[in-house]
């Protein structure tokens, strides 16, 4: 009888251990059709989110832009990674006067999209440059959020001359933020993509915007996802940070940089730009209270209020 037990429980464990692989298996598959299926869900949603304002050719690509507001002063707004030109959308509610906001989707990202060209991420300097010369822009102010506010960096410091001012709005100059290479991992963009649907979105977007969170504005976001480039290439463009880390000091007019933090701000910690307030000690630094990594989302009113006050002051 125990004989009997023994061989029927070495029968069972063996069918058992047979089995777990084939489970294992058929639990990845059932992950990945749901998450296909959010990400599919999310894209039908969305699609009368997608928004088209103008576009402009620049060196071989298509920058998508818009215009909000009219003056002599012209403010450029650049974006960060998985991020658009819509992110500027509540801050753009509160118009400074003679002020024209030209938003941009950066090229290969969100409507900004040329078939069969490269991310640009070792030239997109040339391509802002370039971009406002095409509008006919005298001396600009480039403002960007995050990876957008390297964007500016790099452009300003090339083009010194060019730009009036540059604002940067919480941005990372330490490569060890990303402590691993993400940008050399782009290939795995058309799998990472899948994992980009409406309760991710939601919950990022809720502690980036607060109390501004909107649904439009989550069908907004996804609505970008549709295509594998957009993610692609906000990955590559992450090769920005070890180049403005490189350069992370201001060679010239160090006047005309200023830095604005959101001391709630949960993705780019003080850690990450210290290095770029101790090379420039002289350097204009604000902090915003309780603004989270998009201030301009979370904070848009006092965020145009503080933007105005420094190109007010040091256009004087």
């Known amino acids: 009888m125990a004989k009997c037990y023994f061989v029927d429980l070495l029968k069972s464990s063996n069918k058992l251990w047979f089995n777990l692989p084939v489970f294992g298996f058929l639990t990845v598959i059932l992950v990945l059709i749901i998450l296909l299926s959010l990400h599919l869900i999310g894209q039908i949603l969305a699609s009368r989110s997608v928004t088209l304002y103008k576009k402009k050719e620049v060196l071989g690509y298509i920058i998508h832009y818009k215009s909000t507001g009219q003056g002599d002063r012209k403010v450029v707004l650049i974006h960060g990674a998985f991020s658009n030109l819509h992110c500027w959308d509540k801050f753009l509610k509160f118009l400074s006067p003679n002020t024209e906001y030209i938003s941009i989707d950066l090229p290969q990202m969100a409507e900004s999209i040329s078939t069969n060209k490269p991310t640009p991420a070792d030239s997109i300097e040339e391509i802002i440059f370039e971009f406002c010369k095409s509008l006919e822009l005298q001396n600009p102010v480039l403002v960007g ?13 090339k083009y010194s001359a060019y730009f009036s001012q540059c604002v940067i709005v919480s941005s990372p100059f330490n490569s060890r933020f990303l402590l691993l290479p993400i940008y050399k991992a782009s290939f795995l963009a058309p799998i990472l993509n899948l994992f980009v649907n409406p309760v991710i979105v939601s919950m990022v977007y809720f502690r980036i915007a607060r109390s501004g969170f909107s649904w439009a504005h989550v069908l907004i976001i996804l609505s970008k ?90 256009s004087r």
């Open 225 to 314: 996802f549709r295509r594998v480039e957009h993610f692609k290439s906000s990955m590559i463009y992450l090769k920005l940070i070890p180049r403005a880390e490189a350069l992370v000091t201001i060679p010239t007019k160090v006047e005309s940089f200023h830095f604005i933090w959101g001391n709630k701000d949960h993705l780019i910690k003080k850690a990450s730009f210290k290095n770029f307030l101790e090379q420039n000690t002289s350097l204009d630094y604000l902090e915003m209270p309780d603004a989270t990594h998009h201030p301009m989302e979370s904070h848009p009113q006092i965020f145009a209020k503080t933007l105005q006050q420094i190109l007010d002051t040091t």
């Open 145 to 157: 959020c995050s990876l957008g506010g390297l964007v500016a960096y790099l452009s300003s410091v």
